[in-house]
């Protein structure tokens, strides 16, 4: 691997543990101002000492990240779709690669729709990045995206859009957490994060996840309302690292999260 992209990817999945914890905060490019994003920079500010990478679109590290402070970046490169458009499967190519350069990013993001109306738009999209991207040693970030159909989340769709993303060159590829995940992972030669999807009804709840998914394969988390939806984010997240990267149960992070909550 070209030393470039090797340096990329072990700012991202740390060497010591092959796993990884990011913050997701890019959902405002089709969602708007959710919950607790209204103010990006308040809301993950004592968040950023324990994500190992952010992942924003350009418009929010910008305006939002301080430059001098930020953890690695992966910076979300499609859009162009909205949750009140047409279809949110019509996304597409939104930052040029020379604008990920100049924000010294550690990973571009992009997101396909496997099986939906713009399918062959979004996975050309990833093709076309991908080739630019390796050209200056940047790696891709694939996300399995399904829109509003988030009932198609099963083991088996899944397999099939991480083996397309991983068979057109991502390095790694962010999707959901199913029942027989491992299938999942045994069908993807490159390492696979998982969303957090959105809010569930307890810290409990996304603790079991976390540990379920790295249980059965999963590099890591690539988090966002789970997180910083919490009342408690800051001793959410450090519940998430030590499952992550410490192998702790969900008992012993329950219990993290307990001793370290408001
Ligand atoms: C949207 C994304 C989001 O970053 C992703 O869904 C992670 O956030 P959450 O854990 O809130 O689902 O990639 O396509």
Redesign the pocket.
Known sequence: MDWGMQNRISKLIKPETGRAVWL?I??GYFLGAVSKLEKPQETVRPLLGFADAL?LTRGVLRNCIDAKTSPPVILRVSGGNSIVGEDLSKEAITTSIKEAVRLNVSACAF?IYVGAKYEHQTLLGLANLINEAQEYGIPVLA?T?VGKELAKRDARYLSLACRIAAELGAQII?TYYCDDFHKVVEASPVPLVI???PKLRTELDALQLASDAVGQGAAGV?????IWQSDNSVAMIQAIRQIVHKNASVSQAEELFNSLKK
């Open positions: 997701a890019d959902h992942m997101s996300v995206a962010k969303a957090g999807g690539d988090m966002g309302r789970n």
